[in-house]
């Protein structure tokens, strides 16, 4: 946060709660699911935790475990030296490294591990520690196809184990209390979203022997593994699974369809996955209750009151993810009746639609007696062209990021819940499964070039 950022937050202060017109038991909700950071302070033994997978993502991962104090990190496993070495340095001494994971099962019995190899293995991996009689943090997206998904979830239900997906953003505040919002109605009736990841690189990492040498074809398939089909779903398993999973926990349910296109337009290197993807998903959700506030409504052939008010309401979802331009960078705008959330790992913002004022918002005093307001967005009269693409809709409320690291979040609460042994972690198996549909049924869209109905999970 910058310092502009910090002071706007600051005067926005103190009463979140009252500030967003949320009920208790809404604000309780989210604040209850805040992350509390000392696992081991009330004096219980920490988790023997094991990390499978030890490249980019299986580092972070351990550098964080290193920090929670209600963690044991005994081991680690990567079948690629350079990695295991390197991770090692993080992990310290206490963390015996292995080559080959099966051994580090039988041997170590960790109660705990972290999986963070390439996803056409997770389903395997995660499969051998539940064996193991391990509980199980396994990275998104949770598997490779529906079917391992399918049966992964039933894996976990069965031995009853501890599984959480590595979906961070259901561990940070922001989007927890953006979930609270929705849900108790602050957005009113929402109405659509449009979520997008868009950068401008290849996504390739180098290759460390030159072009010619005989491994090259095998390590350069190793590690850029994220380009090929048989290990990888691409930028809808690796970004989009991110904020799709948002979206159905926003909504509270999957989508029925997606119409999809993609393509492998610009990189035209080898790789097999799109290196660009545009989604419509569409969400059927029951309409909230009530007529709609329309004006003229004692006018309208069925005085505003509608007999079809129990039909479904169609909720439509756009997610694009780009490799060739990187202007809108990863967010997610909610839009409701009464207002709009965009949403970020880093912040989030509340923008008030002008229709709330006729609805129950009114603006709040701050704590040294002035008031403020959130945006008002009146569509046609305030959209103007911009160099700065946010300036024309005022000033918004900002959700501010209590904690900031939503990796090592996740990993708290995951402990936290194997040290209980709750079940009903922050984003469970179930969670997983819907998010592994939702996002696999969009890459078949695209390469049947046809509307797919998403397998209800
Ligand atoms: N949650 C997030 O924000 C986030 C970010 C990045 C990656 N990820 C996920 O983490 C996972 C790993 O991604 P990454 O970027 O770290 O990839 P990576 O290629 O950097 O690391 C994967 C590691 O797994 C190792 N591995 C492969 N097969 C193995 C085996 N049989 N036994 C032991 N180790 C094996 C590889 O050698 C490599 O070191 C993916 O599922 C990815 O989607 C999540």
Redesign the pocket.
């Known amino acids: 946060m910058n310092t502009s950022d910090r002071h706007h937050a600051a005067s926005l202060k103190p009463n979140r709660r009252e500030l967003l017109g949320l009920s208790a038991a809404a604000a309780g909700a989210w604040a209850s699911t805040a992350l509390k950071s000392a696992v081991a302070a009330d004096g219980v033994e920490p988790v023997r935790t094991a990390v499978?997978?030890?490249?980019?993502?299986?580092?972070?991962l351990i550098r964080s475990l290193t920090t929670i104090e209600g963690c044991d990190l005994v081991a680690i496993?990567?079948?690629?030296p350079p990695?295991?070495e390197k991770a090692a340095k993080f992990a310290g001494p206490q963390a015996k490294p292995y080559?080959?994971?099966h051994k580090l099962l039988n041997e170590v019995k960790p109660a705990a591990v972290i999986?963070?190899?390439?996803?056409y293995?997770?389903y395997q991996?995660a499969s051998d520690a539940l064996q193991a009689g391990c509980d199980v943090f396994c990275?998104?997206?949770m598997c490779h196809t529906v079917d391992e998904a399918r049966k992964l979830a039933e894996e976990v239900d069965s031995a009853k184990a501890v599984f959480q997906v590595?979906?961070?953003r259901r561990a940070n505040p922001i989007y927890q209390q953006a979930a609270a919002m929705v849900q108790s109605g602050v957005l009113g009736q929402v109405t659509a979203v449009k979520a997008q990841w868009h950068r401008n690189n290849n996504w390739r990492?180098p290759v460390p022997v030159p072009k010619g040498h005989a491994d090259w074809t095998k390590l350069e398939r190793?590690?850029n593994?994220?380009l090929y089909r048989d290990y990888s779903g691409g930028l809808m398993?690796?970004l989009g699974?991110?904020q799709l999973d948002v979206v159905n926990w926003l909504l509270g349910d999957i989508p029925k369809r997606v119409i999809a296109s993609g393509g492998v337009d610009y990189w035209r290197d080898g790789r097999e996955v799109f290196d660009n993807v545009f989604c419509l998903y569409e969400y059927e959700l029951p309409p909230l209750a009530g007529p709609r506030p329309d004006p003229n409504a004692a006018a309208l052939p069925n005085g505003g009151t509608s007999e079809t008010s129990l039909k479904p309401y169609t909720v439509r979802v756009t997610y694009s993810s780009l490799c060739n331009n990187a202007y809108e960078g990863a967010a997610e705008l909610v839009m409701g009746t009464k207002g709009t959330l965009y949403l970020t790992s880093n912040k989030g913002l509340f923008y008030r639609e002008k229709l709330a004022d006729d609805v129950g918002w009114s603006a709040k005093k701050t704590a040294d007696g002035g008031s403020v307001d959130a945006s008002v967005v009146t569509s046609g009269k305030t959209l103007k062209l911009s160099n700065s693409p946010w300036a024309h809709r005022g000033e918004p409320l900002e959700i501010d990021n209590l904690l900031g690291d939503d990796?090592r979040d996740e990993l708290v609460s995951f402990l936290d819940h194997v040290r209980r042994d709750d079940v009903q972690t922050i984003c469970d198996a179930r969670e997983g499964l819907r998010d592994t549909a939702t996002v696999l049924t969009a890459n078949r869209a695209i390469d049947e070039q046809t509307s797919l109905a998403i397998p209800r999970v």
């Open positions: 499978i997978g030890t490249g980019g993502r299986g580092s972070d496993a990567d079948d690629y990695h295991l080559s080959d994971y999986i963070a190899v390439p996803l293995l997770h991996v990275e998104k997206t590595g979906l961070q990492r190793k590690l593994w994220r398993t690796e699974s991110h990796t």
